[in-house]
Structure formats: C-alpha cells, structure tokens
C-alpha cells in the first residue's frame, strides 16, 4: 500500500506530540513540518528524518503528492490553514479547538463537506481504552438511564503570575482559555460517553491572575515550570483561569463540572462520573487504565485494562495486553489510524470531525453569554 504523505503545521508541544504519533500509524508518511521560523522547522523535523522542513505552510499546499495536514498551531491560525488546506484540495486533522468562534467553524464544516474531504478535529482523549469501556457500558444499558454526569479537568500548570504561554494571550487562543483548551475536552467526553446533549448551562469564569509576567523569549507548552528568575514584562490577562458550569442534559439529566489550570498538585486530572439508575461508572485521566464501576446493593468494583475483558468496541482501542499501560500519546495513534484509514474508503468515519468541533464551541458560546450574563442559557442547535 502506498503511504499518504501528510504535514504537521506547528512545532510546539501539541506538533510534536502529533509527529511522533503519526510516524507510529501505519501506511503514513511525514514529508513535511512548517514552523514559525525555518529554525523552528528543523528543530523538530531534522531530528525525524522529515525531508521538507520550512516556514511557509501554502509551499506545503501547493506540493500535490501530499494529501493531508495536521493544523497544531496557536488557536488564531486554525481557521485560515485548515480552510487554505481545504481548498488545496488536502484532508485536515486540526487540533482543538476548531476556531476561536462558531461562525468560522461553521465555514469550515461547509466547506469541508462540500470539498468531500476528510475532517478531524482532535478530541483524542475519547479514546481511552477504559473510556470507551464506559461508553460501551451505557449501550448496552449497564448503567441504566442517566440521571448525574459530573466531573473536573484540574491543572496546576499556571497556577503562579510568573506562568505564561501563547494560550494566556487571547490575541493568539481566543476570548477563552481554561474552557476552551480543557473544558472542551471534558464536554465532548461526557456527550461521547452519554450519548447525550448538553441542553442548557449556567456558567461562572474567574480570572485570578488579572496580570501575569511574560517572559520576553518564547517558551514552549508546560517549560514555564522550569523556568528560573529572568527577564518578564508584565501583561494584562483576559481570560479565565477557572470554570465551573452546572448543566442539564434534557429534562431529566443533571450535571456539573469545573475546569482550573490552577490547582495545586493536578497535573492533568481530567475525571468524570456517570451515575445512572442501575449503576455508575468513573474514570480519572491520572490512572487510565483503572474504571471504577458503583452498585447501590452490592460491591463496587475496579477494572483494570485488559484487552480481552473488555467489550469488542472498546477493545479495537487497546493494542497492548493486560498489564501494559496505554496513555495520552496512544490517544493520538488511535485517532491518527482511523482518520487515515478512511481516507480514500467509503467507510463512515470513527473519529471526532470538524461537526464536532463546532458543537464544542457552540456549548463555549453559551458558558462566555451566561457568565456575561449571570443567567441560564440554552446551547444552539442550530
């Protein structure tokens, strides 16, 4: 089979992460990475192999031999690769979130479809062998009817003012910070697992660091923390560092959660809990391969990953046995495999698209109106 060539925009954390998982897919090829400056370009690729490596991401476009791109730059520059990529003819797997406002993913899910070509927009963290298996156990009607969905993403990452990255500045992410970057997340994670629709939502946002200090040279995702005493300038911050938003999920479903990048001692705590009326079933992010399952009148249990316990859907997503840990870099390899796997088959694809994309920030249209607002608000259908 012929390997499709494919194009990682961005050589931040996120770029990497994406190269390393798509050199782990089959049939895949990495023929190029565009950074911010040619440098940049040949920090990351020089050190896979990758033989186009440069600064300009339309050069890219216009080579026809490769057929997609991954977009993993800062949030402001989502809309304008993946709709340039489109139009060039490429298939795109963007990171989240989609855009920095509905309208634009709105164009983006339009075009898309009208180009015919594939879309994915990463909510890798779905795919979780464990929380697949939670998924599962709401199909076959394990937990019963939901009546609780509640939870948290807990980081601690910039928890002091001397904390910066690009995601503070909301020139470069957006008008939301914590929700948008983690939140997300979580949101799209509880309607996967449900199978349901956040309805309605009333939402609070808080700000603590009204100013941060910003080191004067660039610094990749999460190095803030090892950063020493230097050079800052001191900035004024626009968006939140914490959420919390109570939420219904029709007429009968009730939920909450919080998402924080300033919780002491949480480094990547996403946790969400599933309470239905026959059982409940929770999962924490820090230990992936454990599902905690709840019985009102006999003993709870903890599941701990094993491919050949787990339901068949579920375990299309755990490629190691019993014992052997799958965690945050083999969510990217299992998004990655059926995003190419579909490209050039008629298969129906198995994976977050840019529709998905959309909806997440829709549900973040109405947290930012309701937290304006101080009121309840429904999330657009439409």
């Known amino acids: 089979m012929k390997p499709i060539r494919t194009a990682i925009f961005g050589t931040g954390f996120m770029g990497r992460v994406h190269l390393e998982a798509a050199r782990r897919v089959e049939s895949v090829d990495v023929a190029a990475v565009v950074g911010r400056t040619d440098e940049a370009a040949r920090r990351l690729g020089e050190g896979f192999s990758v033989p186009r490596m440069g600064r300009d991401y339309r050069d890219v476009l216009r080579d026809a031999s490769i057929a997609a791109v991954h977009v993993c730059t800062p949030n402001a520059q989502h809309f304008s690769m ?5 139009q060039a ?5 963007c990171e989240k979130p989609l855009t920095t406002s509905v309208e634009e993913a709105e164009e983006l899910t339009s075009l898309a479809a009208r180009q015919g070509l594939r879309n994915c927009v990463c909510h890798n963290l779905r795919y979780y062998p464990m929380v697949q298996q939670m998924r599962s156990l709401r199909e076959a009607g394990e937990l019963g009817d939901i009546l609780v969905v509640q939870g948290t993403y807990s980081q601690d990452w910039l928890l002091y003012d001397t904390d910066w990255n690009w995601r503070v500045d909301a020139q470069a992410a957006g008008p939301s910070r914590c929700m948008a970057d983690i939140g997300s997340h979580w949101f799209d994670m509880a309607e996967h697992i449900t199978g349901m ?9 808080q700000t603590y660091h009204r100013t941060r200090k ?27 560092d914490f959420g919390a938003v109570i939420f219904q999920m029709g007429s009968r479903t009730r939920g909450c959660m919080t998402a924080s990048q300033v919780s002491a001692g949480r480094k990547n705590g ?34 701990v990953k094993d491919p050949s316990l787990l339901t068949p859907t579920a375990r299309s997503y755990a490629d190691l046995p019993g014992g052997h840990s799958e965690g945050y870099d083999d969510t990217f390899k299992q998004v990655f495999r059926r995003f190419y796997a579909s490209i050039g088959s008629g298969a129906s694809p198995e994976y977050p ?3 998905d994309g959309l909806r997440q920030l829709k549900i973040l249209d109405a947290v930012l109106e309701s937290h304006r607002s101080r009121k309840w608000v429904d999330v657009s259908e439409r």
Not at 284 to 295: C, K, M, S, T, Y
């Open 82 to 86: 993946a709709k340039d990529a489109l």
């Open 89 to 93: 003819g490429k298939h795109v797997l």
């Open 197 to 205: 629709r956040v309805t309605s939502l009333c939402a609070d946002l």
């Open 214 to 240: 910003k080191p004067k040279g660039s610094i990749e995702t999460f190095a803030n923390k090892l950063m020493g005493p230097g050079d800052y300038q001191e900035t004024p911050v626009e968006t939140e």
């Open 270 to 303: 996403l946790s969400i809990e599933i309470y239905g009326s026959r059982s409940s079933a929770r999962w924490n992010q820090e230990r992936p391969d454990e599902l905690w399952v709840g019985h009102r009148d006999s003993g709870n249990a903890i599941f």
């Open 353 to 355: 698209q840019f529709v």
